[in-house]
């Protein structure tokens, strides 16, 4: 980058990426949104990360090879890709080599399955003391399940959130996108940070032991907490919500409206807006617990009332009467919403190998007001970067030591 440029806040951050699918490339590519440099080591031998032949979609490249599948893009820019089999002597000995210039080591194999080739946390920390090596496991280094593979589908299935997402009838449903991975990958991410910042204090590394299930589980949230203070055990109530009423989605004339009272002032200003007002005065309905006690008679009602109502009068109303209401997009009104637009949703990449010379990728939602996130790099080809990685390490920390 120019000498312009403003800096990252974690440049000079070296960071050993050993994972693939989604939990641990978002982690790493959130830290290489912060400005870290992030080497993604990748075994030529099966292609790659399994995500680059997830598709179609794929990037059109001009050579006409299919490697950048939508999904793999989702998770992988700013990073360097390095190509190494560490089964083999030589691979496993250019990752030690990296490891031994690294501040963090992320990776996503089965427990114990890193003991072989040297790349196990008990080697690296011990060579190592102020490493941050973070393991991700389905679920975790203990437990009896330790040795089982996890995926997203089963973190949700077992961790509970599918038994709470769907209608109230029929089959559970699992979340639209793998957001066990995702929420993995940002516990990942909080948690390297904290070790890095105990690592600066007191020069000591850890081993950081995260589980997709265990996080599965802690962000269960309220329905968590609301089993364990009552004993009852929730249920799936389609797009309703177990403490606040009302608070769903609504069939209007031309489609369908969201609408999120959240406390009994919002209630009487709903109910005035819509021509309702009786029901703001009806003993049912004045207090939230009231509502939730009589949630199906509310619902009723208000469904009646609004199946005759254009969504834009509803908006309208509500807007103007500050309760809070909004519109279903779709994946496409969302990514060309005159919002999306101005905070910046969408990132363009230059890419001279794609079609039109761009990769288009999703935004970091941080607004940094010192140290803004950056698209340095586009999501690579495998081991596009692997000439001189060794050198360019050096490089990156001989600038960290430069201004240190």
Not at 70 to 87: E, G, H, P
Not at 154 to 165: D, E, P
Not at 172 to 195: E, W
Not at 274 to 281: I, K, R, S, Y
């Amino acid at each position: 980058m120019a000498g312009s440029d403003p800096a990252g806040a974690l440049d000079g951050l070296v960071v050993l990426d050993l994972s693939r699918i989604l939990a641990g490339p978002t982690a790493t590519q959130l830290l290489g949104d912060l400005g870290a440099t992030v080497i993604k080591i990748e075994n030529p031998a099966t292609g790659g990360d399994d995500t680059r032949s997830w598709g179609p979609p794929f990037a059109r490249t001009t050579d006409g090879r299919s490697d950048l599948s939508a999904y793999f893009m989702a998770a992988n820019r700013n990073k360097l890709s390095v190509a190494a089999d560490i089964s083999t002597s030589e691979g496993a000995a250019l990752v030690r080599r990296i490891a031994d210039q690294a501040d963090v080591v992320i990776e996503n194999f089965k427990p114990g399955g890193l003991e072989k080739y040297g790349l196990d946390h008990a080697t690296l920390c011990a060579a190592r003391p102020d490493l941050v090596y973070c393991s991700i496991s389905g679920f975790g280094q203990t437990g009896p399940n330790r040795d089982r593979p996890g995926y997203d589908l089963m973190a949700q299935g077992y961790g509970g959130i599918m038994s709470l997402t769907g209608p109230a009838a029929g089959a559970p449903h699992k979340v639209g996108v793998g957001i066990a991975d995702v929420m993995c990958g940002m516990y990942a991410c909080v948690g390297i940070l904290a070790a890095l910042r105990h690592r600066d204090a007191t020069g000591e590394g850890q081993h950081i032991d995260l589980a997709l299930v265990d996080t599965q589980i802690a962000w269960l949230i309220n329905e968590g907490t609301n089993y364990l203070t009552s004993g009852v055990e929730p249920v799936r109530r389609g797009n309703a919500h177990p403490n606040i009423c009302p608070y769903d989605v609504f069939a209007c004339s031309d489609g369908h409206v969201i609408i999120a009272v959240g406390n009994d002032g919002q209630f009487r200003r709903f109910a005035k807006a819509l021509g309702m007002a009786e029901l703001a005065a009806d003993s049912r309905f004045v207090t939230n617990p009231d509502r939730l006690r009589h949630r199906e008679a509310l619902s009723d009602m208000i469904s009646k009332a609004l199946s005759g109502m254009p969504k834009r009068l509803i908006m309208e109303r509500l807007t103007a009467a500050k309760v809070p209401a909004g519109p279903i997009h779709t994946v496409a009104e969302a990514l060309r919403s005159d919002q999306a637009a101005a905070r910046g949703a969408i990132a363009h990449i230059p890419r001279d190998d794609v079609e039109g010379g761009r990769l288009q990728v999703l935004g970091n939602p941080l607004k940094f007001s010192r140290t803004p996130v950056r698209m340095r790099y586009a999501p690579p080809r495998l081991g596009q970067d692997g000439d001189g990685i060794l050198c360019r390490l050096r490089d990156v920390l001989a600038g960290r030591d430069s201004k240190g």
